[in-house]
């Protein structure tokens, strides 16, 4: 009888460790993308005061993108809602404070387009993508028009940060991810390309 009890007793514990074990592995991939917003015109939204003529910047328009596709595992932070002219290096420094208090390996950040490159660049240089993947991405149209490119280009940029090495920082625009130090914008089309670094060979 002593023999049985001890079995079911080892059988207990057994189970309690295996129990423990799964909660804390479930703890670890709760959480494994941050969405990081600093506004731009993917956030603009319809102006909501009387009399009300100009676009708004909302909460991160990422939020809605990521809910209705269902995406598990996220959380979403707004660091600041600026149009990107707007954008000061004490922005760029609180992103980069975010990025690097965050628990989660993947990031996204949200941005508008006119600075974005530079703050990904910012970023990257700062040091703070280090054991992380993060991926910077912003929309031509608000996300609250139909024809807005932002839902897609959000999705690329998740779908991207799942697969870079760590240490990436990415821009994707037009279903690119364009590596960040190599990152220009066109400006006749508009469109960001990939721009190889010069040669350090003599």
């Not at 950040?109 to 991926?135: L, Y």
């Not at 807005?148 to 940060?161: I, Q």
Request: charged letters at 25%; glycine letters at 8%; proline letters at 4%.
């Amino acid at each position: 009888r002593r023999r049985r009890v001890s079995l079911h007793a080892q059988v207990v514990a057994g189970g309690a460790e295996c129990a423990e074990a799964m909660s804390q592995r479930a703890e670890r991939n709760a959480l494994q993308l941050a969405v990081l917003g600093l506004g731009g015109t993917i956030d603009k939204d319809y102006p909501r005061t009387t009399m009300g003529y100009a676009f708004e910047i909302d909460e991160p328009a990422a939020i809605r993108v990521l809910t209705v596709a269902q995406v598990e595992g996220w959380r979403c932070e707004s660091v600041c809602k600026k149009d990107s002219t707007e954008i000061t290096t004490e922005d760029r420094e609180s992103l980069v404070m975010s990025i690097r208090r965050a628990p989660e390996r993947r990031i996204v950040v949200t941005h508008g387009t006119d600075t974005m490159i530079e703050t990904a660049q910012f970023v990257e240089a700062s040091g703070a993508a280090v054991g992380k993947s993060v991926a910077f991405v912003g929309a031509t149209k608000p996300e609250r028009f139909k024809d807005s490119d932002a839902t897609f280009n959000v999705g690329v940029a998740v779908g991207v940060t799942d697969v870079l090495p760590p240490g990436s920082v990415v821009v994707c625009m037009g279903g690119r991810a364009i590596p960040a130090a190599r990152c220009m914008r066109d400006l006749d089309s508009g469109r960001y390309v990939d721009q190889p670094l010069p040669s350090t060979t003599t």
